[in-house]
């Protein structure tokens, strides 16, 4: 079927798909209120996990063969302590803060379901090493680091390579992990040597290291560790000390806060550049509220489908919003467009708008079914946040496609009255052709720059009171002139269409004026006929006049070689 058959097929259809209009609105409303409301009710929660991104590699399936035969891993969490002077982090003095500071968060940890379950910190292994070698004496009962060495080291202890590859591990792991780069300790090595020196071993900074349950849910271990570092940040404020927290999990969750609050904002921008462009492209008030209401939509429905479905978002379904959008905004200007192209020959708003979309079918189909055949190519990759975006991002560009030619919907439904066209350019009228057929008649044509398109027909009898008959209006576009002079003298159905009584129908048979109150204050001269369709456009006062001559007074372009007014716009003509 080619793109004219198709234009045509759909331009027939159009009266029945303008009464299906309010049918049309309701199940797209009832489907967006339906999804709106589980999105309301149920909001997607963004879960980025991390460890998502990462391809499937013969390591990682080694790890994943190893992990089913031991508990879970311990999820670390790491925080990074300096002086607020940016001095020696390894001072006693910073230590015994540093011991006070910890057992604060160990007791607020204990609080949020005993949530740390190991503490690796500069305090707790001094602590500990007080505690098997130097009596157990706290941490805060010493003055000086000489003190401590005593305590914990004989007289004959020196600095120097050991044997036990468990001491040499664990000392290796404090150096290299647990302190900065800048470690100096040779003041400790100098003490114990000749018990000279300012003993005490500088550091910029240290790091804790805290092992999380692994047994947490996922969500509720994130929350959990956002609450720890505020406690963290809370007491950096009143302590001497600087805490810095970090983990995988407080990434993932601060990259999906921030996701849901980019979303909001790139969703507004775009609706903004959306209004923008709309009202730059058709100065319409309602060609730029239809669309949105479309482009809303189509955002409601890839959501809310992804929503009830199950699927767990990352912070790449935030692109899915702007691309809606400017899929969505690139449609509807073209249908737009094409439709406004068509309203200049069909002002029927249904009509105008399938042949526009008939006009448009194959390049708007054939982009669709590309950039769905694009995005669905993620499906095959190994990252599954990559194979959900590739469903989401064809979700979104179908719905935006099945949205788009549907914004026309709520225009069919509301106006109540005929779109005329909002120009003639110019509307010329001729009188070609007078005649007495059993009365008076006068077939007049009405042009729009590329020749006649309509000729209309109105009959009258001078016997009988000069009262209208007749009338109607032939495409002349499909028919040669003065047919419809001759149609519209026997054209039964034009009676019945316009309440004629029965008795009116043809011109031997009896005649009965046509009531005047059954058109009162009737603006009318002309009903347009396109295709299948027939609407009525008026433009006049209340007829039947006493005569041919005042009728022609009340339209005085009608009359010829005079000027006047446009019977359709009032536009001076002539």
Known sequence: MDKADLEERLAGAAPAFSRAAPVIVGVFTLLTVVLASHLYVSPPTF?????????????????DRIHAHFPDEMRPLFVHVTMDNLTNVLDLDALKAMQEDLTHFQTEADKRENMVHVWT?????????????????????????????????????????????????????????????????????????????????????????????????????????????????????????TYEVISNDLLAHDIDEGTFDNLLLLVLLAFAVVVVMLSIAFRSLSSVAFPLVGLTSALIWTYGILNVSGARFTALEATVAPLVLGLGIDYAIHLQRAQRSFRDDYPTVAESWLRACGHLSMPLSL?????????????????????????????????????????????????????????????????????????????????????????????????????????????????????????TWGDLALSRKFGFPPQVQNAGGPISEFPPHRVPAFRAICAMRFGGNNMEGFSGEVFPPPGPTPLFGRFPCLFPQRKGADPLTGEKVG
């Open 367 to 487: 982009a669709v079914v590309t950039t769905v055949a694009a995005f669905m190519a993620n499906v095959i990759s190994p990252l599954p946040p990559l194979a959900v975006l590739g469903y989401a991002l064809s979700l979104g560009v179908v719905s935006a496609f099945i949205s788009s030619p549907f914004v026309g919907a709520p225009t069919w439904f509301f106006p109540s009255q005929v779109r005329l066209p909002p120009s003639v350019s110019p509307l010329g009228v001729s009188l070609p052709k007078k005649t007495t057929v059993g009365g008076f008649g006068v077939s007049f044509s009405v042009s729009r720059g590329r020749g006649p398109l309509l000729e209309t027909v109105l009959i009258w009898r001078i016997s009988s009171g000069a009262r209208i008959w007749a009338w109607g209006t032939v495409d002349r576009r499909s028919k040669p002139p003065g047919v419809g002079l001759r149609e």
């Open 47 to 63: 879960q980025t996990d991390l460890n998502d991104f990462s391809p499937e590699t013969d390591a990682s399936e080694a790890h």
């Open 121 to 241: 910190t500069a305090p707790g292994i001094l602590q500990l090493a007080i505690d098997e070698e130097g009596g157990g004496a706290p941490l805060a009962s010493f003055s000086t680091w000489s003190d401590v060495l005593d305590a914990l080291f004989d007289d004959n202890e020196t600095c120097g390579l050991t044997a036990d590859d468990q001491l040499l591990s664990a000392a290796t792991y404090a150096s290299s992990a647990l302190l900065h780069n800048d470690l100096d300790y040779e003041p400790v090595c100098e003490y114990l040597s000749d018990g000279t020196g300012t003993v005490a071993p500088t550091a910029s900074s240290t790091l804790w290291v805290l092992e999380v349950d692994p047994d947490l849910d996922e969500t509720p271990r994130r929350m959990l560790q956002d609450q720890l570092r505020d406690v963290f940040s809370d007491r950096s404020a009143s302590s001497p000390l």
